[in-house]
């Protein structure tokens, strides 16, 4: 009896220690034992697993099928997953599923089947390969678009060149008005593939050195008579701005894009922000966070209280021909222009989109910098969890994000600090942390997530529920375009993404000081 004791509490130290989530179960699939890392994982406490079916942590659809596999496997003694290992949905308390793979081993005890889960959580990692995958796709689609392209502009050189000494011979006056609608079509068909080009990355740039306010100042002046008196036109633009290589013509052709598909998306009215300011990526956050290099830049900011995009339409706005307008004949070229423009000029373009709430585009443009202008110090070199400072020791930060990779860049940031931390992948979710009575002295949110509370009605309840809790939002979007979507209007602490690593630690100093 002593040596049964002594193995069960070598047993639990194992599993407790364990980096990797861990279930063991019987041969009926109910839980026997559970390590901190499975419970975590599925947002259990430990105690609330052990003696449950392990359906409960499977969707509907699998755990169907589980008692079946189970026994199956008992009689048959075939090898479906035991041994093998397979990419399966796990679900955790609050109903939300999650891809996992999972590895099985079995023993026996006493005669009895048991069986003994190891559990790797992919979410990061899917994010991982959907983003590398479509950066892949783009590259394929621009390759093969360029080389569509350059041949179909060879094909309409000819019928261009052929139609215009037609037209110079001495065509009579039934063959002209037909050999003008051709030249024309052929004159949109080279308009076309010189869009084309530009979003495969080999259109012919003319880049010059010039101040990115004037140009969008000039720019905004046509685009306000093209869109009219109901949609209202708001710039933020920094003070001396940094100067950049840009080809003018065609930073003009990609703001009115975006300002054209800004007008669609909000329907009869709306309202559309332009803002720039210089902005230097010496952050190893905000550089994973937007994956882009770090350096100079001039970023323009263009925002929309428009309808915003659907994750799908995301990963695929950039692709040409892509479009949401089908009834108004979008023809799918505008972003893939965009994407092509920013490529081929050196820079980069983020997009942060929430259905119903509108959709912000960021233009990164490399600035142009003398070699003696001082970089400042660089946060890579920072430490998970340091020496607290006076305002982060002791306390316990609540990180609320349903993005798996910026919850996980979020938390980092704050260890960095050192700060504890709690994790909620939703405002729901989180709600249900402090009414569980975790210890809590700040809730660092998201503003827009899925479920019934958004960052505004979390805050809300916050503050009147938990008194005592701080409260600081965090939004891609700029705070004074979003705030006006959402229903509350209690001036909250709002950060916007992507900040610096140098921005959280002084808003995170000034909440706790004061």
């Given at each position: 009896?002593?040596?049964?004791?002594?193995?069960?509490?070598?047993?639990?130290?194992?599993?407790?220690?364990?980096?990797?989530?861990?279930?063991?179960?019987?041969?009926?699939?109910?839980?026997?034992?559970?390590?901190?890392?499975?419970?975590?994982?599925?947002?259990?406490?430990?105690?609330?697993?052990?003696?449950?079916?392990?359906?409960?942590?499977?969707?509907?659809?699998?755990?169907?099928?589980?008692?079946?596999?189970?026994?199956?496997?008992?009689?048959?003694?075939?090898?479906?997953i035991i041994g093998i290992g397979r990419d399966v949905e796990g679900q955790r308390k609050d109903g939300t599923t999650f891809p996992l793979h999972l590895s099985v081993g079995n023993s026996e005890i006493a005669g009895q089947p048991l069986f003994v889960g190891i559990l790797h959580d992919q979410t990061e990692q899917k994010a991982t390969e959907e983003i590398l995958a479509r950066s892949q796709r783009l590259d394929a689609i621009g390759q093969m678009t360029g080389g569509i392209a350059h041949d179909f502009n060879?094909?309409?050189?000819?019928?261009?060149?052929?139609?215009?000494?037609?037209?110079?011979?001495?065509?009579?006056?039934?063959?002209?008005?037909?050999?003008?609608?051709?030249?024309?079509?052929?004159?949109?068909?080279?308009?076309?593939?010189s869009r084309l080009m530009m979003f495969a990355g080999r259109s012919n740039l003319k880049p010059e050195e010039a101040d990115l306010q004037q140009l969008c100042t000039d720019t905004l002046e046509m685009i306000k008579m093209s869109l009219g008196a109901n949609y209202q036109i708001r710039t933020d633009f920094a003070a001396n701005l940094d100067r950049v290589l840009i080809d003018p013509t065609q930073f003009k052709s990609a703001l009115m894009n975006l300002a054209f598909n800004a007008r669609d998306a909000m329907g009869h009215s709306g309202e559309l922000l332009i803002s720039t300011s210089n902005v230097t990526i010496d952050d190893r956050y905000i550089a994973q966070e937007i994956d882009i290099e770090p350096g100079h830049y001039v970023r323009l900011s263009i925002s929309d209280t428009g309808d915003g995009m659907s994750a799908e339409a995301q990963k695929r706005a950039f692709e040409p021909f892509f479009t949401t307008k089908t009834e108004t004949g979008g023809t799918g070229l505008g972003l893939a222009m965009v994407h092509g423009f920013m490529r081929q000029s050196a820079g980069h373009v983020t997009l942060y989109s929430e259905l119903g709430?509108?959709?912000?585009?960021?233009?990164?443009?490399?600035?142009?910098?003398?070699?003696?202008?001082?970089?400042?110090?660089?946060?890579?070199?920072?430490?998970?969890?340091?020496?607290?400072?006076?305002?982060?020791?002791?306390?316990?930060?609540?990180?609320?994000?349903?993005?798996?990779?910026?919850?996980?860049?979020?938390?980092?940031?704050?260890?960095?600090?050192?700060?504890?931390?709690?994790?909620?992948?939703?405002?729901?979710?989180?709600?249900?942390?402090?009414?569980?009575?975790?210890?809590?002295?700040?809730?660092?949110?998201?503003?827009?997530?899925?479920?019934?509370?958004?960052?505004?009605?979390?805050?809300?309840?916050?503050?009147?529920?938990?008194?005592?809790?701080?409260?600081?939002?965090?939004?891609?979007?700029?705070?004074?375009?979003?705030?006006?979507?959402?229903?509350?209007?209690?001036?909250?602490?709002?950060?916007?993404?992507?900040?610096?690593?140098?921005?959280?630690?002084?808003?995170?100093k000034q909440m706790f000081s004061a």
């Open positions: 009896m002593v040596k049964e004791t002594e193995d069960s509490a070598v047993l639990n130290a194992i599993l407790d220690a364990a980096v990797d989530a861990m279930i063991v179960s019987d041969h009926k699939g109910i839980i026997e034992r559970a390590n901190a890392a499975a419970a975590k994982m599925f947002q259990y406490e430990t105690s609330e697993m052990i003696g449950k079916s392990l359906n409960i942590l499977m969707p509907a659809a699998l755990a169907a099928q589980h008692d079946g596999f189970m026994s199956h496997h008992i009689k048959t003694g075939e090898k479906r060879n094909l309409l050189t000819v019928i261009i060149g052929n139609l215009e000494l037609l037209e110079m011979q001495g065509a009579g006056a039934r063959q002209l008005p037909l050999i003008k609608d051709a030249l024309e079509s052929a004159e949109m068909g080279a308009d076309l593939t709430l509108g959709t912000s585009f960021g233009l990164y443009f490399p600035t142009l910098t003398d070699d003696a202008k001082e970089t400042p110090a660089s946060d890579t070199d920072l430490q998970v969890n340091p020496k607290p400072e006076s305002y982060s020791e002791g306390k316990v930060v609540l990180v609320v994000e349903d993005n798996a990779k910026v919850r996980k860049l979020s938390l980092e940031r704050i260890q960095s600090l050192g700060f504890e931390t709690l994790e909620a992948d939703s405002g729901d979710a989180a709600y249900q942390l402090l009414l569980n009575g975790a210890r809590v002295d700040l809730v660092f949110s998201d503003l827009v997530m899925p479920g019934s509370l958004n960052g505004y009605d979390l805050a809300a309840k916050v503050e009147a529920e938990f008194p005592n809790l701080k409260v600081l939002l965090t939004s891609g979007y700029a705070g004074d375009v979003i705030s006006s979507r959402l229903p509350q209007s209690h001036p909250f602490e709002l950060l916007h993404k992507p900040y610096r690593q140098a921005e959280l630690v002084s808003r995170l």
